[in-house]
């Protein structure tokens, strides 16, 4: 709980848990990976920690907000939303479009 | 002159003059500079962590804009373990536990892992983890880790079918002991690479290494083994977390890609943890306990800064107790973790902690 408030990105509470992803998932160091993030949200790297900015920006892309919003994207839903905002491969969301995919 | 309140290594308090901080961090920077062959901090980086020590305020916190990616090892066990994981006992689910990470900690990550946090048990109750992780996965937003321990010691008598080199090389059975790590390190892969074969094949994130090489260079081994071929059947984003600062030569002759793995710094880890084709790496730098946590600090980002330098990948430093300049007691005052943290993210120009 310290690191995260010393030093933390903020997760679902801010842009913490797409700037992780690139990081996970195309290696990027982090100032390329939140210079890609705020591109695609189209706002700045700063704006990416900030938790009212960002609060308001996941409500309307739909990508999992941190309070209970009945409607929103919840889990998997506003994972599927990431993978094609950020046009990165999420392993659980590709599993989810076999399971529904022709059979 | 006025004192400073801060802290011992282990956590006590004690009260030291701006001086003596600053004769503190000079040392600090000089003792991982020496050992590690890297060069110290700058004087302009020692002034900015005498600033950190000095500053009276409880917590302190980087700029906005500069906050790095969290990730965790061993994680919820914090929440529904016990003492040995640090644990506080409270009554809730695993997956519940990962929810309120993701939803009330800001968490940036979060990772499924066993209350015993090894791999080798993992293996026979494999079909409940993935059960867990397919849960999580279900209700989670957050980049979600399958995490734990090669533990090599595991594998050797009693616990395990291989000789113990801790009963070996007393005896001088040197060359027994070589064979024995080095069979154990066989086993542990294959283990380590069935686990995250399984957890790809339901969707996990992400593949926690952590606390590697915690039995030696052997270990180290047989993890980098296991990235190798993780890396390329799957698609997992892999993380290595490193269980000290030094490689131990339990063994002494393993090598890697041509490079002998005992006596690595963190700066020389990273090159083969990115050989291997690993994600993140994680870089620990030992706290000790007899000196001042302004003296721990100095020291570990002067490790830490070069392993960042010298990576291509995501550094995340490990900053939990005992490690990273963090002190070596069950309750880390806040005052010295948050002065750790920042000092690794403006400093050590990491990119996670």
Not at chain 2, 51 to 63: A, R
Not at chain 2, 267 to 285: I, M, R, S, T, Y
Request: aromatic share 6%; proline share 5%.
């Amino acid at each position: 709980m310290s690191h995260a408030l010393a030093s933390g990105m903020g997760g679902i509470r801010t842009a913490g848990d797409l700037v992780a992803r690139m990081q996970l998932h195309r290696k990027m160091r982090l100032p390329e990976a939140k210079a890609y993030v705020a591109q695609k949200l189209g706002v700045g790297t700063r704006e990416l920690s900030d938790e009212v900015a960002m609060r308001e920006l996941r409500e309307e892309l739909d990508i999992g907000v941190l309070t209970s919003v009945p409607g929103a994207a919840r889990g998997l839903e506003a994972k599927a939303r990431i993978a094609s905002l950020l046009e990165v491969t999420i392993p659980s969301v590709e599993r989810l479009r076999e399971k529904i995919g022709p059979g | 002159m006025t004192k400073i309140y801060t802290r011992m290594g282990d956590g006590h308090a004690v009260e030291m003059t701006a001086d003596e901080i600053r004769t503190d961090i000079l040392a600090g920077t000089e003792d991982a500079a020496d050992r590690g062959k890297i060069p110290a901090l700058s004087q302009g980086e020692q002034d900015y962590l005498v600033d950190l020590f000095t500053f009276e305020g409880k917590i302190v916190g980087v700029e906005p804009g500069d906050e790095v990616v969290l990730t965790d090892d061993g994680s919820v066990n914090a929440l529904y373990g016990a003492q040995s994981s640090s644990g506080v006992g409270v009554p809730i689910s695993r997956e519940s536990a990962i929810r309120v990470y993701e939803r009330a900690f800001a968490m940036d990550t979060m990772e499924v892992g066993h209350p015993d946090y090894s791999f080798k048990p993992v293996k026979p109750i494999i079909a409940l983890e993935l059960q867990a992780m397919e849960s999580v996965l279900h209700t989670t937003i957050i980049p979600m880790y399958y995490g734990a321990m090669p533990n090599l010691a595991l594998y050797a008598r009693p616990d395990g079918p291989f000789g113990n080199p801790a009963d070996l090389l007393p005896m001088g059975k040197i060359d027994e002991a070589r064979s024995a790590q080095e069979e154990a390190a066989e086993a542990c892969t294959r283990d380590m690479i069935y686990i995250g074969k399984r957890m790809a094949e339901v969707g996990a994130d992400g593949f926690n290494f952590d606390t590697t090489a915690s039995a030696g260079d052997a270990e180290f081994l047989a993890t980098l083994r296991a990235v190798e071929e993780l890396a390329r059947i799957t698609d997992l984003s892999i993380e290595v977390g490193m269980a000290a600062e030094f490689v131990l030569g339990m063994h002494g002759k393993v090598t890697y890609d041509g490079v002998r793995l005992a006596g690595l710094y963190p700066h020389d880890q990273v090159k083969l943890v990115e050989k291997a084709g690993a994600h993140v790496f994680g870089p620990v730098v030992n706290t000790n306990t007899r000196r001042s946590t302004a003296w721990n600090v100095s020291r570990a980002v002067t490790f830490v800064k070069a392993c960042s330098e010298a990576a291509t990948i995501p550094i995340h430093a490990n900053v939990g107790i005992g490690v990273g300049g963090v002190p070596m007691c069950e309750t880390p005052p806040t005052s010295m973790v948050t002065r750790a943290s920042v000092a690794m993210v403006k400093i050590g120009r990491v990119d996670g902690l």
